[in-house]
Structure formats: C-alpha cells, structure tokens
C-alpha cells in the first residue's frame, strides 16, 4: 500500500513564507502532485515532480528527493487567499494517484 | 465551457437506495477517476477508466459500479447505498492514458445516505 504523511494544520502571516513536508512510502514512483482546494471547492494542480530538485512557479515552489522520500510545496508572500488545503499526491508503481490527508494553511493579517 | 460537470450537486438517500452519481467532460481526455473525500482521509480513488471501453478498481471499490461506454462520461452507480457511503464524490480527467499527467477535478456531488 501506500502510506503519505503531511501535517494536518499550519498558521503563517500574510506576506510570510510557509513551508509544507510530505514524506511517502510507496510500491513504486512516477510522480509527486501538488493541489490546491480551497474549502466547498474542487482540488486544482499546483506542480509535478518526477525528478529531484526545485520547481519554480510565481509564488510557488516545490522540492522532490526521490531517495529520501520527501517533497515541500513552499509558499512564497502569502496572501489571505492562500488560505487552503494543499494536497499531496504520489503517482505510484501503478501508475494510480495516492493522496495525502492534506494540510491546512491559515493565512492571518 | 471546457471542463467538467458532475450531477447532482447534493443529494440525500436514504439508505438500500440505488443512485447513479453523472460525470460528463468536454476536453477529449483519455483517463477519468471517481474519488471520495471524507474527513482526515483524504481522496481515495474508487474507480478509474483509462479510456473508453475500460475501467479499472481503486483503492475502496466495494458497493460502486462505474461504465465508460464513450470518451465524455462516467457514472458512477450505487447499487444498495450504506450510511458509510456518505462523503463527497469528486470526478476527474487526465489527458494521458497511463495518469502521469495533470488530473482536472470536477465540481463534486455531497452525498448523505440516511
């Protein structure tokens, strides 16, 4: 099976960076997602790794180490719409997508 | 409007009812999901189809039936809704057969089976 771990809340300040972990065990790897939903709405794609390092894009970035088993989505200059869930998701050996629980981001003023 | 459409938006059942959850998109996508959302769990995958004539189980397919008998649509069938079934059911699509692309959510349906 697969096993996604990310922390359940976080609370950062408008214009504030905020970094999310997602750690996974998996049979097998060909991909990291993350989404985007904000609360009574769709999930909507962020980024996709499949090779390690740093994807950037505008505000948002996200890391991948393979070996480890670790990706971060970082938000850059919060804004209060920022306030959502992020998801994180792994295309495994399988080629199905495995979600994490998702973590919360509160952005206060 | 390219996108997806699921119907209905809510609904409430009750339970030892047959329901039929609709998923329709435009975007000529090969591969379509059904996932459900509940609390703490996160999205787990029911049913997929990578592309018309196929479909495939997820991680939790007990009690659900899906068809793909062409590109747009993909219902998903509860044959005896359980109150364990209640939960919002999200549908998506990807371009790409073998899922290693962008998936597109649609809006989800909140179902409640008294």
């Known amino acids: 099976g697969q096993n996604i771990d990310q922390p359940t809340e976080m609370t950062a300040t408008e214009g504030a960076i905020v970094q999310i972990n997602c750690t996974y065990q998996?049979?097998?790897?060909?991909?990291l997602f993350w989404y985007q939903q904000h609360a009574g709405e769709a999930p909507t794609f962020l980024s996709y790794?499949?090779?390690?390092g740093l994807e950037e894009k505008g505000r948002f970035s996200s890391f991948l180490s393979r070996s480890k088993g670790y990706s971060y989505l970082l938000l850059k200059e919060l804004q209060m719409k920022d306030s959502a869930s992020y998801l994180c998701?792994?295309?495994?050996?399988?080629?199905?997508?495995?979600f994490g629980a998702g973590t919360t981001v509160t952005v206060r003023a | 409007i390219a996108g997806i459409t699921q119907a209905p938006t809510s609904q409430i059942l009750a339970a030892g009812r047959r329901m039929t959850l609709r998923c329709t998109q435009d975007m000529r996508h090969n591969a379509m999901y059904w996932y459900r959302q509940d609390l703490g769990l996160g999205l787990r995958l029911i049913h997929y189809s990578n592309t018309a004539g196929t479909t495939g189980k997820g991680e939790v397919p007990d009690g659900y039936s899906v068809s793909r008998a062409n590109t747009d649509d993909f219902p998903l069938t509860l044959a005896s809704a359980v109150p364990s079934q209640t939960s919002v059911y999200f549908c998506a699509s990807s371009a790409q057969r073998d899922h290693t692309d962008t998936q597109y959510f649609g809006p989800g349906t909140r179902l409640t089976v008294l």
């Open positions: 998996t049979s097998g790897f060909n991909g």
């Open positions: 998701a792994v295309l495994g050996g399988d080629y199905k997508l495995s």
């Open positions: 790794n499949v090779l390690d």
